[in-house]
């Protein structure tokens, strides 16, 4: 396979491509700023992961491990998330499908909902690095992810459909992942439709141990048509459901750092799920509004189910809360001239949240009305309007630049002791991108992009109440305000026959950033109450570099590395910032000779991160000393056993190392042996 995997692209079931690694991903095109585009147009630091192999990753965003700006956390086995520039949860903007995931009870920390992407039904994973609100709107502050699922395929030549089976087995968890699909059009109408599941087990890490609290099961359906309605327009609906039926949360089950005893006595996310659907429309526009356009309609349902139980407690709690998220946004591009492009558009979204809890005395059978984390009928709007221009004066020299302005209101009821909360605003940000090619060739090319971004408050930030990670219970805050970061960062590219690379230097300054507080006080249980507060000022900077090499045909060798480091004030103290990675990245070999057989060799790392917050050092999934470094090998062998058929064998963890990834509730797997296969055909 390729050197780090290899996918199924859009345009057919039937083959296997390879996927672009590190700093060739600038190469392919990209969708996230929703025209696609060729990545070296672009003047700006841009990651692509291809899609990951069945059995390749359990969450989407593992796709990005090691890449360049992305560094990897879980804090429990069926969810991840992704640090973007030092950024993470509700800080970044995820899409799929050029639809928000973002919905408006995201934590501005780790979460689980990007666990209820599809991992086995995915084209791309794409990562716009800096901040990117001009475009997208709120909470793009260190950058854009977006899951890119595959199209139907239209057939010029007459009906016909391919099929597609996958499995894989890998021994360092007793993980089953398993899809069929299968992609059937004709010259005016396309279909695809798959089904995927995850049987995940007991994990075990280096050395030997075996976790418990660590298998759940996912499962998931997609359906996509489409139809062209002219040789420049085609109408999509595509329908995706995935869920987790009931995931353990490993960090409050097991002692962590400190910790003699769990947490909780019962604690699971039960259950979780995404429904999506979406209409669209991508081709030519009328002539008087624009060259090009996409114009799209979509709603997406998350079901955040829980089940807890404190420790010593015969009270067990329940909560389901479901967020209602409508989206309609109209994009548009018109070359106006020679050296000129415009984009312009308009979105609005409406989410509405839903909330329920209930406890259930075990000892008495009673069952009770309870107050839940979020208040049924809570509410947030967003919408706004951008331009960006794209001016190309020669060949050596680009600049896009843009503006946009937003509005959001943010409505929570009264409930009990929580007052109700009204928050709305507005806010006019602006972004510049310049690139200028430093040889007659345009192989080198030097980048420098400046830009604003903010986040609006959500239903998280205002009403959340109750326990939280870390034996800390959450208080309301009905007065907090937006968010807001400037960001600027200076790279340069080299593209050439065989090599690409790239290093980018960042630094961000976020304001009014919304910080939990301790409060001082504590609650009859000993929890210590917090609140969120705009009280910090962060400031971040950092250096990413890749390689990619290709010195002779099938081989390649290719490397990243990122270093990040964060500040942060507040009350009149400095310290360091909340789970800034350490140096990390990923180096690997590949031969892929043009015969029946392939290898892989590959390396992910980590250095030790000593340099904790506060809030870190107390936080009982980080050791209080430091993450010490780890590093891993990896092997991986291919073999086309017969047209249409691939057989993979992997070793990951060869050595058995036992480690963590910084800021993560769980320790990683140890060696596991991975088998799989992939059939494609008519």
């Given at each position: 396979?390729?050197?780090?995997?290899?996918?199924?692209?859009?345009?057919?079931?039937?083959?296997?491509?390879?996927?672009?690694?590190?700093?060739?991903?600038?190469?392919?095109?990209?969708?996230?700023?929703?025209?696609?585009?060729?990545?070296?147009?672009?003047?700006?630091?841009?990651?692509?992961?291809?899609?990951?192999?069945?059995?390749?990753?359990?969450?989407?965003?593992?796709?990005?491990?090691?890449?360049?700006?992305?560094?990897?956390?879980?804090?429990?086995?069926?969810?991840?998330?992704?640090?973007?520039?030092?950024?993470?949860?509700?800080?970044?903007?995820?899409?799929?499908?050029?639809?928000?995931?973002?919905?408006?009870?995201?934590?501005?920390?780790?979460?689980?909902?990007?666990?209820?992407?599809?991992?086995?039904?995915?084209?791309?994973?794409?990562?716009?690095?800096?901040?990117?609100?001009?475009?997208?709107?709120?909470?793009?502050?260190?950058?854009?992810?977006?899951?890119?699922?595959?199209?139907?395929?239209?057939?010029?030549?007459?009906?016909?459909?391919?099929?597609?089976?996958?499995?894989?087995?890998?021994?360092?968890?007793?993980?089953?992942?398993?899809?069929?699909?299968?992609?059937?059009?004709?010259?005016?109408?396309?279909?695809?439709?798959?089904?995927?599941?995850?049987?995940?087990?007991?994990?075990?890490?280096?050395?030997?141990?075996?976790?418990?609290?660590t298998a759940y099961t996912s499962h998931g359906k997609d359906l996509r048509l489409a139809w062209r309605l002219h040789e420049e327009g085609t109408l999509e609906?595509?329908?995706?459901?995935?869920?987790?039926?009931?995931?353990?949360?490993?960090?409050?089950?097991?002692?962590?750092?400190?910790?003699?005893?769990?947490?909780?006595?019962?604690?699971?996310?039960?259950?979780?799920?995404?429904?999506?659907?979406?209409?669209?429309?991508?081709?030519?526009?009328?002539?008087?509004?624009?060259?090009?356009?996409?114009?799209?309609?979509?709603?997406?349902?998350?079901?955040?189910?829980?089940?807890?139980?404190?420790?010593?407690?015969?009270?067990?709690?329940?909560?389901?809360?479901?967020?209602?998220?409508?989206?309609?946004?109209?994009?548009?591009?018109?070359?106006?001239?020679?050296?000129?492009?415009?984009?312009?558009?308009?979105?609005?979204?409406?989410?509405?949240?839903?909330?329920?809890?209930?406890?259930?005395?075990?000892?008495?059978?009673?069952?009770?009305?309870?107050?839940?984390?979020?208040?049924?009928?809570?509410?947030?709007?967003?919408?706004?309007?951008?331009?960006?221009?794209?001016?190309?004066?020669?060949?050596?020299?680009?600049?896009?630049?843009?503006?946009?302005?937003?509005?959001?209101?943010?409505?929570?009821?009264?409930?009990?002791?929580?007052?109700?909360?009204?928050?709305?605003?507005?806010?006019?940000?602006?972004?510049?991108?310049?690139?200028?090619?430093?040889?007659?060739?345009?192989?080198?090319?030097?980048?420098?992009?400046?830009?604003?971004?903010?986040?609006?408050?959500?239903?998280?930030?205002?009403?959340?109440?109750?326990?939280?990670?870390?034996?800390?219970?959450?208080?309301?805050?009905?007065?907090?305000?937006?968010?807001?970061?400037?960001?600027?960062?200076?790279?340069?590219?080299?593209?050439?026959?065989?090599?690409?690379?790239?290093?980018?230097?960042?630094?961000?300054?976020?304001?009014?950033?919304?910080?939990?507080?301790?409060?001082?006080?504590?609650?009859?249980?000993?929890?210590?109450?917090?609140?969120?507060?705009?009280?910090?000022?962060?400031?971040?900077?950092?250096?990413?570099?890749?390689?990619?090499?290709?010195?002779?045909?099938?081989?390649?060798?290719?490397?990243?590395?990122?270093?990040?480091?964060?500040?942060?004030?507040?009350?009149?103290?400095?310290?360091?910032?909340?789970?800034?990675?350490?140096?990390?990245?990923?180096a690997e070999l590949s031969w892929r000779p043009e015969g029946y057989f392939a290898w892989r060799a590959w390396t992910d790392f980590a250095a030790s991160q000593?340099?904790?917050?506060?809030?870190?050092?107390?936080?009982?999934?980080?050791?209080?000393?430091?993450?010490?470094?780890?590093?891993?090998?990896?092997?991986?062998?291919?073999?086309?056993?017969?047209?249409?058929?691939?057989?993979?064998?992997?070793?990951?963890?060869?050595?058995?190392?036992?480690?963590?990834?910084?800021?993560?509730?769980?320790?990683?797997?140890?060696?596991?042996?991975?088998?799989?296969?992939?059939?494609?055909?008519?």
């Open positions: 396979m390729a050197a780090i995997t290899s996918g199924l692209p859009a345009t057919a079931l039937a083959a296997t491509t390879a996927e672009p690694t590190l700093a060739e991903l600038d190469a392919v095109v990209v969708t996230a700023d929703h025209f696609a585009r060729d990545g070296r147009e672009l003047p700006s630091a841009t990651t692509v992961a291809g899609a990951p192999e069945t059995g390749g990753v359990q969450v989407a965003l593992e796709a990005l491990r090691g890449r360049p700006g992305t560094f990897f956390q879980q804090t429990t086995p069926g969810q991840g998330n992704v640090l973007v520039r030092g950024l993470k949860g509700s800080e970044v903007l995820h899409l799929v499908d050029g639809f928000r995931l973002n919905a408006a009870f995201f934590r501005n920390a780790p979460n689980q909902y990007m666990g209820l992407v599809d991992p086995l039904n995915l084209e791309q994973v794409e990562v716009l690095r800096g901040p990117m609100s001009t475009v997208h709107g709120s909470d793009a502050m260190g950058g854009v992810v977006q899951f890119v699922t595959p199209s139907p395929t239209f057939r010029d030549d007459g009906a016909g459909a391919d099929w597609l089976a996958s499995a894989h087995y890998n021994s360092a968890d007793a993980g089953l992942h398993a899809r069929v699909a299968a992609d059937a059009g004709g010259e005016r109408w396309a279909l695809r439709a798959g089904s995927s599941r995850q049987d995940i087990g007991l994990r075990r890490a280096g050395g030997g141990d075996t976790l418990p609290d609906l595509l329908w995706q459901d995935f869920r987790q039926p009931s995931t353990p949360r490993y960090d409050a089950l097991n002692p962590g750092f400190g910790q003699s005893l769990p947490e909780s006595e019962e604690q699971a996310f039960e259950p979780q799920a995404r429904r999506f659907g979406l209409l669209r429309y991508r081709g030519s526009a009328p002539a008087w509004l624009a060259d090009e356009m996409v114009l799209q309609a979509g709603r997406q349902t998350l079901v955040d189910g829980q089940r807890a139980r404190d420790r010593g407690s015969d009270v067990r709690e329940f909560q389901r809360n479901t967020s209602r998220l409508d989206g309609l946004s109209l994009q548009l591009r018109r070359q106006a001239g020679d050296t000129l492009a415009l984009r312009y558009g308009l979105d609005a979204y409406r989410d509405r949240i839903e909330a329920s809890a209930s406890e259930l005395d075990l000892g008495t059978g009673v069952a009770s009305a309870a107050r839940g984390r979020f208040v049924d009928g809570s509410r947030m709007d967003t919408s706004g309007a951008y331009v960006m221009a794209e001016w190309q004066p020669g060949a050596a020299w680009r600049l896009d630049a843009g503006l946009r302005y937003s509005r959001f209101r943010t409505r929570v009821p009264g409930s009990g002791a929580a007052p109700a909360a009204d928050v709305q605003a507005d806010d006019l940000t602006a972004q510049a991108g310049l690139s200028r090619a430093l040889d007659a060739a345009g192989e080198w090319r030097l980048v420098a992009n400046v830009g604003r971004a903010f986040r609006a408050p959500n239903v998280f930030d205002l009403g959340a109440f109750g326990p939280r990670p870390g034996n800390r219970f959450n208080l309301p805050n009905p007065a907090l305000g937006p968010e807001t970061a400037i960001s600027a960062d200076l790279g340069l590219k080299l593209s050439r026959p065989g090599l690409d690379a790239e290093a980018f230097v960042f630094a961000t300054r976020y304001r009014d950033k919304i910080s939990s507080v301790l409060t001082g006080d504590t609650t009859p249980q000993g929890q210590a109450i917090v609140q969120s507060r705009n009280v910090s000022r962060l400031d971040l900077h950092g250096l990413e570099t890749a390689m990619d090499w290709r010195p002779a045909p099938g081989w390649r060798l290719a490397g990243s590395a990122t270093w990040t480091r964060g500040e942060e004030q507040a009350d009149g103290g400095a310290y360091p910032a909340d789970r800034i990675p350490p140096v990390y990245g990923r000593d340099r904790l917050s506060p809030r870190d050092a107390t936080d009982p999934r980080i050791n209080p000393d430091g993450t010490p470094g780890w590093s891993t090998l990896n092997l991986g062998l291919d073999w086309q056993a017969l047209p249409g058929l691939e057989l993979r064998l992997e070793v990951r963890n060869l050595l058995d190392r036992r480690y963590r990834e910084h800021g993560s509730g769980v320790d990683a797997p140890g060696r596991g042996i991975g088998l799989g296969f992939t059939w494609t055909g008519p």
